[in-house]
């Protein structure tokens, strides 16, 4: 079932203290370490967006959001309990298999912050980053930029790792910002890395980000003073391939399902939880076999959170406001397919015992944005062939630097190749409603399915 | 066969002794036609790039592409589906000063090479040459254009990218006026941006720029070497405010600042061209300059506005 935000509160109310007091992170005893808050106190610390949201009423989902939005916490708690944090930027998800085959080491992708201002409704990010004079048609991931400055978000990172390459310019301008603020900090150590573009060389990409892998991995070692072994990082991989595999299940029973046995909102959490778990590889474990199994048994009781007749879509490109994925399942659609640029994390990392470096470099060339667009194009394609989808939305951010040479191509392939109507929509800054003109478009689109 | 390209990392004497003809694409026009997979919010520079190539502006064969940004990477996808008369190379270059990246760049050289020439050695024998020559007719070029105006300058840099050689310049007089002076910088200029320049001689005297299309292009000289190394040069010693991480491209402009005394900073940037807008304010701290950012699309519909910008910054 789907509740608005103020039914939601209500239900955790149901929740015996013994529940609450169970979930905690980073295998920790002690009472700090809970997670499992009402949905209010988000509220409260500013993410008014939520009260315009729609919830699954499921525990699994209220531990997951309370998961999802305890990480800033959590990030702070890992510095008090001396763990290194390691910011990356750029790559989506290369990385984080090294970091978590260390055990002193957090990583995490400030990157994931760009939905900061959308949850908050609030504009204060984005005015920091218009005092440092970035321009207003660029990249909501701007804002990441104000994050580094603002030091509420996360703890001052031990290494930053910035990826360029096969990553967005708007991106690559907010890393080299990020990483003049850094130039003259002697603690905290800033690195760059190459991702190729392209990948028909495909023994040269591979080598590179081999390479890379490899020199980061010394650096790691060298900042969490712990020896990184071969047994170690093939550990580390078969972890996260256990979330990706577990992920892929899940989307695989959401999609091909009858009804829908989870909501967009939930899946878009969760698929970007393959990025760097929220920061707890392990709770987050937890939390998605928890979720999996939950909707093993909806499925099985042929119980869903929208109606049977839902028309069902593929999304592609993360929608920085997330209250439309809600206004489309309102609408009458479900989405069951989508490509949110991080192809990358979506992929089993093929475990070569004799040098996982190169597993995680053939695995990474599966990249979204490395290649051709026909290539993202073709990815899509299959999600509306797996999933039997009826139509595509493809969501921008106005000056984003990749969308103004792919959108229109994406499109043409997926209508010529996939026969499937397109709506292509830019997502407007943070609102607490979204626009009647951009209403009217979605209301059309959906009745043309 | 007649190359186009547009990037300042092109390497050209390579192009040369290859047996092509490289010509810098520098558009003078703006037509309206545009390309469908261009959106509104797409780079000016390259959507116009695209209408004049759809016009046929220049007789040229084939385009050499690096993929430094990403309209770049982006641009032979575009023109494939789009100009069927071009070949389309696509080569790619590193980002960052990897060396592991440089070498995939060079694997691509490599490749693209045998396209025409399987004679590695008697490529490098005709490298060299080609390198003296250049270096020779950009040294030329330099001592000619350096005491005259930004303009006139940029007009004559121009004229050298496309047609290969030093134009005529039999009476040229110094025309380097005495006001303050300021360091002129940005995105890929053009003709197209020629009267923002003009405004801004109207109270300053651009006394350096860094322009890839004016200065940039003429001030730095690739050693008499072997391919690997020549190519190596390009990977490592020519700035780009694009490259990760950017210092090189700073250091080049301080450089500039301390040679010609410059007190202010005059930064120009095509919309969406996001290199250089978000640099605004590192450029000001590093360089502690007053920096006025000028943005344009090509369509000059805000000129008094900007002659206004102008005009403060000559008062401040």
Redesign the interface.
């Given at each position: 079932m789907r509740v608005d935000f103020f039914t939601w509160n209500e239900l955790f109310q149901e929740i015996p203290e013994r529940i609450i007091k169970k979930y905690k992170y980073y295998k920790r005893k002690e009472e700090w370490a809970r997670y499992l808050s009402p949905p209010q106190t988000f509220a409260i610390y500013g993410m008014r967006h939520l009260m315009s949201l729609k919830f699954d009423s499921s525990l699994e989902c209220l531990r997951l959001w309370g998961f999802v939005f305890n990480e800033t916490e959590r990030l702070f708690r890992a510095k008090q309990i001396n763990k290194k944090i390691i910011a990356v930027m750029g790559d989506l998800g290369g990385i984080p298999p090294i970091i978590y085959s260390f055990n002193s080491l957090i990583g995490f992708y400030p990157d994931c912050l760009w939905w900061q201002p959308f949850f908050s409704e609030n504009y204060n990010l984005f005015e920091v980053t218009g005092r440092?004079?970035?321009?207003e048609?660029?990249c909501y991931s701007r804002v990441v930029y104000a994050t580094f400055l603002k030091k509420a978000y996360f703890p001052k990172p031990d290494l930053i790792v910035?990826s360029?390459?096969a990553s967005?310019?708007?991106y690559?301008?907010?890393?080299?910002?990020i990483?003049?603020l850094f130039y003259k900090d002697k603690k905290t150590e800033f690195i760059?890395?190459?991702i190729?573009?392209?990948k028909e060389?495909r023994e040269?990409?591979i080598?590179?980000l081999k390479?890379?892998y490899r020199k980061l991995a010394k650096i790691l070692s060298e900042v969490a003073n712990e020896k990184l072994t071969i047994e170690k990082l093939i550990s580390g991989i078969k972890r996260v391939n256990l979330i990706r595999r577990n992920y892929q299940k899940l989307k695989d029973l959401v999609g091909k399902s009858e009804i829908a046995p989870l909501g967009a909102l939930e899946m878009l959490l969760l698929e970007f939880g393959n990025l760097h778990f929220y920061s707890d590889i392990f709770e987050w474990q937890k939390i998605l076999l928890g979720i999996l199994n939950l909707v093993r048994k909806r499925v099985k009781n042929n119980e869903g959170v929208l109606n049977k007749e839902n028309k069902k879509i593929v999304w592609a490109t993360p929608p920085a406001d997330p209250l439309y994925l809600i206004y489309f399942e309102d609408k009458g659609t479900r989405i069951v397919g989508s490509e949110y640029i991080i192809n990358q994390v979506l992929q089993i990392i093929p475990i070569n015992k004799t040098d996982p470096f190169t597993a995680l470099a053939e695995s990474y060339l599966s990249a979204s944005l490395i290649g051709?667009?026909?290539e993202r194009a073709d990815l899509i394609i299959n999600e509306i062939k797996k999933y039997q989808a009826k139509g595509v939305v493809i969501s921008q951010v106005?000056?984003?630097?990749?969308?103004?040479?792919?959108?229109?191509?994406l499109k043409e392939e997926i209508e010529e190749k996939a026969k499937v109507p397109v709506l292509i929509i830019d997502i407007p800054l943070p609102a607490s409603e979204i626009p009647l003109q951009t209403q009217t478009r979605i209301n059309a689109f959906i009745e043309n399915l | 066969m007649r190359i186009g390209y547009f990037c300042l990392y092109t390497p050209i004497e390579l192009l040369y002794a290859l047996s092509l003809k490289p010509v810098r694409l520098i558009p003078s026009q703006k037509f309206d036609l545009t390309s469908?997979?261009?959106?509104y919010?797409?780079?000016p520079f390259l959507k116009n790039l695209f209408s004049n190539l759809a016009n046929k502006v220049w007789e040229i064969d084939g385009i050499f592409l690096l993929?430094l940004?990403?309209?770049q990477?982006?641009?032979g996808?575009?023109l494939k589906?789009e100009i069927n008369y071009l070949k389309i190379y696509?080569i790619?270059f590193?980002?960052?000063y990897?060396l592991?990246?440089f070498?995939?760049y060079y694997?691509?050289i490599l490749?693209f090479i045998k396209l025409w020439e399987r004679d590695l050695k008697l490529i490098n024998k005709r490298l060299k040459e080609e390198i003296e020559i250049l270096n020779k007719k950009k040294r030329r070029l330099l001592k000619i254009v350096d005491s005259l105006n930004f303009l006139k300058k940029a007009e004559l840099i121009k004229e050298f990218w496309e047609k290969g050689d030093i134009p005529e310049t039999k009476f040229l007089e110094s025309s380097v006026s005495e006001k303050e002076k300021v360091l002129f910088l940005g995105s890929y200029y053009t003709p197209l941006d020629w009267p923002i320049a003009k405004m801004i001689e109207k109270y300053f005297t651009i006394a350096a720029d860094s322009f890839c299309t004016v200065s940039r292009g003429i001030d730095f000289y690739s050693p008499i070497s072997d391919l690997k190394e020549y190519l190596f040069f390009y990977f490592s010693k020519i700035p780009c405010i694009?490259r990760?991480?950017?210092r090189i491209f700073y250091h080049y402009i301080r450089r500039k600042i301390t040679k010609y005394k410059i007190n202010k900073i005059i930064l120009y940037t095509l919309?969406?061209c996001?290199?250089f807008?978000?640099?605004?304010?590192?450029l000001k701290?590093y360089l502690k300059r007053p920096t006025l950012?000028i943005e344009s699309d090509y369509s000059f519909d805000t000129t008094l506005q900007i002659e206004t910008r102008i005009g403060a910054l000559y008062e401040s």
């Open positions: 440092a004079n970035f321009p048609t660029s910035a360029t390459g967005c310019d708007d690559s301008c907010v890393m080299q910002n990483s003049n760059w890395l190459e190729p573009p392209r060389k040269s990409a080598k590179l390479e890379n051709k667009t026909k106005f000056g984003a630097s990749h969308c103004a040479y792919e959108t229109e191509i | 469908k997979y261009f959106r919010d797409a780079c993929s940004c990403d309209g990477r982006r641009l996808e575009i589906r696509e790619y590193p980002r960052t990897n592991t990246a070498q995939f694997e691509e490749d694009l990760r991480p950017n919309k969406f996001d290199a807008s978000f640099e605004k304010e590192s701290t950012l």
